[in-house]
């Protein structure tokens, strides 16, 4: 059964510091999302992707966050400076076409650990 | 008032149990519905659409009645593997897909 990617499953890193999250969507999939979850809260969407640019994103989704699709198979979310409220687990999701109606399609999530 | 607000729970039910988990959604213009399970520390995973007219999926039941913005899940017969969050989900528009913050569910042998 295909399914979504994410690497790496935790991470550690110091304040400050750069983070890069891996997700490989499903591959006939044409919407790519970030979302996170910081411990015993709720999944929170940061942004959605399609045709190689941002179609959303939310208030979270400030200038510290990036994401990109730098080949025909990765999509990645960069944290340019991590703050310790950063910490939380980060979920990519895929989803074949756009519109509510379609499934979102989960990756095991990656955990970051901020200290 | 939040987006989107369910039953926090838990709910401890013997198994065998029917539970039913509430959700209410703020946007009157929201359009597309799910119920979503969440296993602990895993990611979430769709449950089922739910539908105008209602809609079931062996022992689960959705409904949905946009007139008080209310969504339920109905889970029939419980079973063990039921144990987990339930994420009640809304679409307003395009792919912002907002969730609850999810009701806990044990059932207990």
């Known amino acids: 059964e295909p399914e979504v990617t994410q690497t790496p499953s935790h991470q550690v890193t110091q304040m400050g510091q750069e983070v890069i999250l891996r997700c490989v969507p499903i591959s006939n999939h044409l919407y790519f999302y970030w979302y996170r979850q910081i411990l015993g809260q709720k999944v929170e969407f940061l942004v959605s992707?399609?045709?190689?640019?941002?179609?959303?994103k939310s208030e979270i989704f400030d200038d510290q966050f990036s994401v990109e699709r730098p080949d025909g198979s990765n999509f990645t979310l960069k944290i340019r400076s991590t703050k310790l409220e950063d910490s939380a687990m980060y979920f990519c999701?895929?989803?074949?076409?756009?519109?509510?109606?379609?499934?979102?399609?989960f990756g095991e999530g990656s955990r970051l650990t901020v200290l | 008032r939040k987006e989107v607000e369910q039953d926090p729970g838990p709910f401890n039910v013997p198994e065998g149990a029917t539970v039913a988990f509430n959700c209410t959604y703020s946007?009157?213009?929201?359009?597309?519905f799910f119920w979503y399970r969440q296993d602990c520390r895993k990611e979430p995973k769709l449950l089922m659409s739910?539908?105008?007219s209602g809609n079931e999926d062996g022992r689960f039941t959705a409904q949905l009645n946009r007139a008080s913005q209310y969504i339920s899940l109905l889970i029939r017969d419980s079973k063990l593997s039921d144990s987990a969050t339930y994420l009640c989900?809304?679409?307003?528009?395009?792919?912002?897909?907002?969730f609850g913050p999810g009701t806990r569910l044990s059932v207990l042998p």
């Open positions: 989900v809304v679409n307003n528009y395009g792919q912002n897909f907002v």
């Open positions: 992707f399609y045709n190689n640019e941002i179609s959303e």
């Open positions: 999701a895929s989803s074949e076409a756009g519109g509510g109606a379609n499934e979102l399609f």
């Open positions: 739910v539908y105008s």
């Open positions: 946007n009157s213009a929201s359009q597309s």
